[in-house]
C-alpha cells in the first residue's frame, strides 16, 4: 500500500465522539448499603442521594442503585440531570420566606441580608451552596433523614416565586387605571 492509501484509509474510521463538558459539580450526599435477602442468600446493593447544580440557579437531586457505588453516582446524576429546577435568586438571597412539607419533614428557608452566608445544615447546606444561594438562614424542624429532606428543601426552592413579575404587572395595571383616569378626565 502507498501513503496515500493508508491516509485514506485512515480517515475513513470514526473520530471518537468527545462528550459535552457540562458544568455541573455533584455532591454525594448519602450512601447507604442495601441488604435483599434471596433463595440463594444475601444480595448486597448500593444506594447513593447525589445533588448537582451549577451554581447560578440550577440545581437537582438524585437516587440510584446499583452494584457498586460508582454505578449507583452514575445512575443518580443521570436522574438528577432530567430533573433540574431554576431557582429565583434576587441579591445573592431567596425572593421571600418559604416553609415547605415533604412527608416527615419540614424545612424553612428565610432571606438573608449580605454576608450573613448560608446557615443551614446537614443536607441543606450543600443542595443552597450547589444552586448559588450565598445569604440564607434554614432550619431542619421535622426528621433527619437525608433524602426526604433533600427532596423537601429541593420542592421548597422549586415553589419560590419571581417578585419581579408581580410588581411588573403591579406597574402595568397602574399605567391602565391612569389611562383609564386620564380618559374619563379628558370627557
Not at 443521570?78 to 429565583?88: D, E, G
Not at 445569604?135 to 429532606?149: A, E
Amino acid at each position: 500500500m502507498t501513503e496515500k492509501n493508508q491516509k485514506n484509509k485512515f480517515d475513513k474510521r470514526k473520530k471518537p465522539r468527545r462528550e459535552a463538558k457540562d458544568d455541573f459539580e455533584q455532591r454525594i450526599l448519602d450512601v447507604a448499603r442495601v441488604t435483599r435477602v434471596m433463595a440463594g442468600g444475601k444480595r448486597m446493593t448500593f444506594r447513593v442521594c447525589v445533588v448537582i447544580g451549577d451554581k447560578k440557579g440550577s440545581v437537582a437531586v438524585g437516587i440510584g442503585k446499583g452494584a457498586d457505588v460508582t454505578i449507583a453516582v452514575n445512575k443518580a446524576v443521570n436522574k438528577a440531570k432530567k430533573n433540574l429546577i431554576k431557582v429565583p435568586i434576587i441579591n445573592e438571597t431567596i425572593p421571600h420566606e418559604v416553609r415547605h412539607k415533604f412527608g416527615a419533614a419540614r424545612l424553612l428557608f428565610k432571606p438573608a441580608s449580605k454576608g450573613k452566608g448560608v446557615i443551614a445544615g446537614g443536607v441543606i447546606r450543600p443542595i443552597l451552596d450547589l444552586a448559588g444561594i450565598k445569604n440564607v438562614t434554614s432550619k431542619i424542624l421535622g426528621t433527619n433523614n437525608k433524602i426526604n429532606n433533600a427532596q423537601c428543601a429541593i420542592l421548597a426552592l422549586s415553589s419560590l416565586k419571581r417578585i419581579e413579575k408581580k410588581e411588573k404587572q403591579l406597574d402595568k395595571n397602574e399605567k391602565k387605571l391612569d389611562n383609564d383616569n386620564n380618559k374619563n378626565k379628558n370627557k
